[in-house]
Every structure is written in structure tokens, then in C-alpha cells.
């Protein structure tokens, strides 16, 4: 897996939970996933030890082998 750095200061990120803190400025950081094709966030779905995601713009599902994921400060 590769490092995460955080967008405030460069530093290395540690995973706690669902989030990604920066020990250095504090920083909280959440990973979220985008469509590939119209780019749109997209909601999460699991079931029975899958996960796939869901585009509400698509319309359809897409597989979390194809999804963008991008690493967002937490508000």
C-alpha cells in the first residue's frame, strides 16, 4: 500500500479508523471514490462481503477495480 501524504503539509499520513490523520499539523483526511467515466462521487455499497460502488449520474454500478479514489481533507 502506498504512503499517504497529507495536502496541508506534505507529511505522512497514518489511517485511523475510516480517516487519515496527520500527526504533524492534525489534519484529518477521508478517501472518497469517483466515477471513471462522468467523474461524479459515488456511494458506497455492501453486501455479502462485496463491495461495489454505485454512480447516481451513470446510473449504474461500477467495480471498486475501476473506481478513482482520491484522498480529501475532512471539514
Keep these: 500500500m502506498e504512503n499517504q501524504k497529507c495536502l496541508e503539509c506534505g507529511c505522512e499520513l497514518e489511517k485511523i479508523g475510516n480517516e487519515y490523520i496527520?500527526?504533524?499539523?492534525?489534519?484529518?483526511?477521508?478517501?472518497?471514490a469517483y466515477c471513471p467515466d462522468c467523474g461524479s462521487e459515488l456511494e458506497k455499497l455492501a453486501a455479502c462481503g462485496s463491495l461495489s460502488y454505485w454512480?447516481?449520474?451513470c446510473n449504474e454500478l461500477k467495480s471498486?477495480?475501476?473506481i478513482i479514489q482520491k484522498l480529501t481533507k475532512d471539514a
Design 22 to 32: 496527520c500527526k504533524s499539523c492534525e489534519a484529518k483526511h477521508i478517501k472518497k
Design 55 to 57: 454512480c447516481n449520474k
Design 64 to 66: 471498486r477495480k475501476t
